[in-house]
């Protein structure tokens, strides 16, 4: 197993039971369950979870940053709707940029 997956399923674990996930009580689970990891991953994993909300990560995509995003789309109403619109045709524009290269040319000379 990778050294975060490692890490995330023992952040997960100390979240359910309950405890502080910190620095120290992730190697602890680590090494009960006789994993392996960098050393890095524990102590990356418990400065994150100092700041944010185990529970933010897990439930809203993008760990909460989404959902920021569109409420305040929302609040802008007229104008987050003509936003929206035209991100959703840049988001069109560029799909279709990359199907025409998809196969080293474009759609016009058959792409093959």
């Known amino acids: 197993m990778s050294g975060d997956l490692v890490?995330?399923?023992a952040a997960l674990l100390l979240h359910d039971a309950g405890k502080k996930v910190t620095e120290e009580s992730l190697k602890k689970v680590v090494e009960a369950a006789n994993?392996?990891?960098e050393?890095?991953?524990p102590m990356l994993f418990a400065n994150l979870l100092?700041?944010?909300?185990?529970?933010e990560i897990i439930f809203k995509p993008g760990g909460?940053?989404?959902?920021g995003g569109a409420a305040g789309g929302a609040a802008g109403g007229a104008d987050g709707a003509?936003?929206?619109?035209?991100?959703?045709?840049?988001e069109e524009e560029e799909e279709e940029a990359e199907v025409g290269g998809l196969f080293g040319g474009d759609e016009a000379d058959g792409g093959w």
């Open 82 to 90: 003509a936003e929206e619109e035209e991100e959703e045709k840049e």
């Open 64 to 67: 909460g940053a989404a959902a």
């Open 7 to 9: 890490c995330s399923y």
């Open 50 to 55: 100092k700041e944010r909300d185990i529970e």
């Open 39 to 41: 050393p890095y991953w």
């Open 35 to 37: 994993c392996k990891t």
